[in-house]
């Protein structure tokens, strides 16, 4: 027990006071930090980031679209609200009486952000020591920066990207029921999710054929159980009663395909390298190249090392982002980020490669809190998100 507890002040350390530190010039109204303008707006700044006020307005109005457009004052139709899921919202509707609703959306981020690095410690455990899995954790923590940056701003990413490790968690200890609740949890969050149930389709797949061409053709059909797997369907079904609630409060079951521009894929691939798209708007992007190599490099490490959940749920999502064009293209990787970082563990867990480590901390904190200073929803009236 008292392992139990040291571990989670660790992990919540590790978690906290990245984040603290991201505040700090913010809460501080430092004008200009390390030669970066940083404003006037001090914790404003922190609360006003994309796209943390449209989830108070769902929060407060929970998709009553006459409350919406009497809280909201951003020129966006109702349906915009759509594209947002409820979950996140919801937890935050649970504890702003105590806080306010812009303190409670990141409060909800910073406990579900523990929630998200305890479970990648968990899964870290099932193969690593204590020292080394504490270290991946803190590499998680605080990597890539535009996971730094979601995880300290009001977003449903950490809540999101955490139910997909718990879930993948449980799919690997073989406890499908919980593994089934937690991607519930992931779909409920974000429409991304229903790609968690689209890799398990296949990871089933390849998991029920390699073990049935290991037994005699007469006892293959009596050995193909599936319905161990039932709970995975959670997630398709939750996705079902999000239409359904959009189908009271929209009037449109579809609503979500409605909610204008925010669905990103687009056909053929790779353009995110179309400068003229609307979410890309520029031609510096050979970074996107580095995430495209990195990232299918550590899906096959994860193959080689027979880690076949993990690949498979890592493959789904990198594959969707091969379609998407917007310029953020790494905030629509962050699912299999995790995994990612659990294939590079041969890597990353040299004495060598600690140095590394701490030296990029530092760009990783300047990038973040440039990005938090102009990442910000342009608001004139706080009194109705209050």
Known sequence: MKK???????????????????????????????????????????VANYDGPLYIVIAKSLYNTEIIKQIASFPLPVEYYAAHFPLFPLLIRLIAPLFGFPYAMLLTTIFTS??????????????????????????????????????????????????????????????????????????LTKSPGILLFVAYIIAIFIQESSRLTNIKQEKKINSLNLLKYLPILLIPLSLIIIFIIYGIRFNDFFAYFHSGDNI???????????????????????????????????????????????????????????????????RYLLPAVPFLIWGYKDILLKKEFRPVIFLIIIPIYLFAIGFISQNKMPIADWAPLL
Request: aromatic share 20%; with cysteine.
């Open 264 to 330: 990103h894929l687009f056909f053929p691939p790779f353009q995110v390298f179309n400068y003229s798209s609307h979410w890309v708007g520029t031609f510096w992007l050979e970074e996107v190249i580095f995430v495209y190599l990195l990232s299918s490099w550590g899906i096959i490490k994860l193959f080689k090392n027979k880690e076949t959940i993990l690949a498979t749920v890592s493959t789904i999502f990198f594959a969707s982002i091969l379609f998407v064009a917007h310029r953020d293209i790494i």
């Open 4 to 46: 139990k507890i040291r571990d989670f002040i660790f992990i919540s350390l590790i978690t906290i006071i990245p984040t603290l530190l991201i505040w700090l010039p913010f809460f501080a109204k430092i004008e200009n930090f390390w030669t970066i303008p940083l404003g006037k707006d001090g914790m404003a700044t922190i």
């Open 114 to 187: 523990i929630f998200c690095i305890y479970f990648f410690y968990k899964l870290a455990r099932t193969k690593l020591n204590e020292s080394q899995a504490k270290w991946l954790a803190f590499i998680f923590s605080i990597f890539p920066a535009r996971w730094l940056i979601t995880r300290s701003i009001g977003s449903p990413e950490p809540l999101f990207v955490g139910a997909i490790i718990a879930s993948v968690y449980y799919f690997r200890e073989k406890e499908y029921l919980l593994s089934g609740i937690m991607g519930m949890v992931a779909q």
